[in-house]
């Protein structure tokens, strides 16, 4: 079929930015890393090599060693410096929602304080009221 690579169904895309799902971390990762089985997607990575960056640039080959590992694919892209710019962005809007984790919208705006003209701001303050209880037992 047209317009299909051999990693299934993904387009003749060279580059993907992927979610592992099982650490929830994003890479850029070469289209023919992925493939599909079933109706699910896997990617095979160099897990605790030093030099997993190098082999992501220069196209290396997966090796018996490497992880197969569960994904989601999240963007194709044309160029490799393309996918690095839409991963740094998805990590970033990940941090942001972590540090952020309260609801936004309507109750957690702040509220403007309307006053009108005839305002007067030099009331004294109420008096404190003291509370006195006599428990008995």
């Not at 994904?71 to 892209?77: E, F, I, N, S």
Request: hydrophobic content about 30%; glycine content about 4%; aromatic content about 12%.
């Amino acid at each position: 079929m047209a317009g299909q690579s051999e990693t299934g169904n993904l387009p003749e895309k060279q580059w993907s930015v992927v979610d592992f799902l099982a650490t929830n971390t994003v890479a850029s990762v070469p289209n023919y890393w992925i493939k599909k089985i079933e109706d699910q997607f896997y990617c095979y990575w160099p897990e605790g090599d030093k030099d997993v960056s190098k082999k992501v640039k220069k196209y290396y080959s997966p090796d018996s060693t490497w992880h197969f590992l569960e994904v989601r694919v999240l963007k194709q892209c044309d160029t490799y410096d393309e996918t690095r710019r839409y991963e740094r962005r998805v990590e970033n809007e990940s941090n942001t929602d972590i540090e952020n984790e309260r609801p936004l919208g309507r109750g957690r705006r702040k509220l403007k304080v309307k006053r009108d003209s005839n305002f007067v701001e030099d009331i004294p303050p109420l008096p404190k009221i003291q509370y006195v209880f006599n428990i008995t037992k």
